[in-house]
């Protein structure tokens, strides 16, 4: 039996044998018996394979079942092999299907609609339709694994890049994916400042990961976005739109910066300005001093205004005279971070100050002569003045000084002040002149004089001059003019001060007192004059009457009584020329005069006159 299934396999034999008889009479016989030797397939050798799909090749996709390495069946009818098969997952199906030796494969029902997941399909059964009974027993244990694979999606994933500094690297985080842990292939654009277009291999966990761009990339400063056009993993891809934008921020330029610092004097502070800060607001600056001062670095943070900053270093920074140079070491632009060293410098001069000045104190003045800061020792254009020690407000030259202390500082030609010296001012007042009442009132007759206006002062601790209108200082022997104002000023002689104001007097000389029987007061009426021009007694005149009697008239006649000439205080001389004749000059003759004296019911007084040209 071996022999003939090692020579011809499985199947239907007939065993025939003949039996020869010993005898010759026997005749040989033969019998034939039948012979089966059944088959067991073993499928123990075979393997089933399904290729997993990616979940959007569900719908259009055929799920093959392919049996791979089938057990050999020689000699034997090809037989068609009846399959129930069972589906695990998270889709569960259960399916027949038919198979062939030609054909080992079948496709799972469609009705199978799986979805995102792992499944197994195991073979429940296999049988086959065996009319010749050939088959004895099937062996198996079938099953495989299949996967409908996600789409990979980053959807609702968020993309963080940070803003950076042009020459920095930049860091992308993805966080918030939906995606198995794993790895996935991205691809990527930059574009905007910059364009790129790169993939990478990325690492999710937990729905995040992140990868470095290489500052190569970012060399242009400017508003840059990165998308991500696509994501798969090892089966899958996937087209995608997920973007957003960074900024390259540029460095500082310290390069082109102007830095500004005028000389200053010691013991100021020292104002720096930088210009030309552009496209910043806020910036950050370390600088240090050196030179005939040194200072360590210090950091101050400024707002920019106009491209422009500026900013004082304190007075008690400096200890020397002498030039200091500020150095810019590193900037830095707040609002973005970027920074940049610098290498900028500038020197700057602290000048010496000068000692106070000497002045001398008290310094008096009088006060008619309104001095000014200008008239104070020392002066010049090199002394300064000032009404307190904490002044900064230079008096004006032309300001009139008052009784109270200034102080003078010193500036030198580099423009530095000295500490302020104190000197006291005194101005020196005089007071005005002052006239007992009626004190300008005489009377001509008696022929007063400036010394008798002098007398009527009340004060007399001073010295009194008097001056006409003209500006003439008059001597005390002068005669005063009646009906003339006179201006008198006190002179302190202690320290030769004269009053500020004068006083305006108006003498009168009419001020004579002819009811006093004790007081006779007398006129020269001339009886003769000699008209002829030669400066000496040219006219008719009495003298001093109009002092006495200032309402005075008096009357020409001549010899025949015909009245000539009228005279009076404003007509006090007659010339020798007549009024009420057609014969203008009188010739030489005697004539008469009649005085009314007006005043004090005197009687007229009547006498003669000789007129000799």
Known sequence: MFRIFNTSGYGFYSFSYTVFPNHPICHEETSTIPVIIRRIIDFTGTNLSIDSICEDEIDTHDFVVNFNNLPGIDNVPTYDYQINYTISGPVSFSGAAEITRANPFFNIDDNFTPTVGNYTLTIDSITVDDPEDIVCDIIWDLTTDFEILEIPNLEDASIDIPDICVGENNTVTISNANLTDGDYAITYEISGANSVSNSINLTFQNGSASFDLDNSLLQNTGTTTLTITGISDDFCDNSIDLSTNFEINPLPDPDNYEIIIENSCFGESVLVTINDISNINQIEIIYNI????????????????????????????????????????????????????????????????????????????????????????????????????????????????????????????????????????????????????????????????????????????????????????????????????????????????????????????????????????????????????????????????????????????????????????????????????????????????????????????????????
Do not use: M
């Open 290 to 613: 050196s030179g005939a001062n040194g200072l360590s670095d210090e950091t101050i943070t400024l707002n920019i205004n106009n491209n422009s900053v500026e900013f004082t270093i304190p007075a008690t920074t400096f200890t020397n005279t002498g030039t200091s140079t500020f150095n810019l070491i590193y900037v830095t632009n707040v609002e973005t971070g970027c920074a940049s060293q610098a290498t900028n410098t500038k020197d700057f001069t602290l000048y010496p100050i000068p000692d106070a000045p000497q002045a001398p104190t008290p310094q008096e003045f009088c006060e008619v002569e309104e001095a000014t800061i200008s008239d104070l020792i020392p002066n010049g254009n090199n002394y300064l003045w000032f009404e307190n020690q904490t002044s900064t407000t230079e008096l004006n030259p032309t300001t009139l000084l008052s009784n109270q202390d200034y102080y003078v500082s010193i500036i030198s030609n580099d423009g530095c002040i000295s500490d302020k010296t104190l000197v006291s001012v005194i101005i020196n007042q005089v007071p005005p002149v002052n006239l007992i009442q009626d004190g300008a009132s005489f009377c001509g007759a008696d022929n007063p004089t400036i010394s008798d206006l002098t007398k009527n002062v009340s004060v007399t601790n001073f010295t009194v001059e008097w001056y006409d209108s003209n500006g003439n200082l008059l001597s005390e022997d002068t005669p005063l003019s009646d009906d003339t104002i006179y201006f008198g000023y006190n002179i302190d002689q202690a320290n030769n001060c004269e009053a500020s104001d004068a006083i305006e007097v108006s003498v009168t000389l009419t001020n004579c007192d002819t009811e006093n029987p004790d007081k006779e007061y007398d006129f020269f009426i001339p009886d003769a004059f000699s008209p002829n021009n030669d400066g000496i007694n040219d006219t008719f005149r009495i003298k001093n009457i109009q002092f006495i009697y200032p309402e005075y008239e008096f009357d020409i006649y001549n010899r025949y009584g015909k009245l000539l000439f009228t005279g009076d205080i404003k007509h006090p001389e007659w010339n020798g020329e007549t009024e009420n004749s057609s014969d203008k000059i009188a010739p030489n003759g005697v004539y008469f005069y009649v005085i009314r004296f007006n005043k004090n019911n005197k009687s007229p007084k009547q006498g003669r006159l000789y007129l000799n040209r």
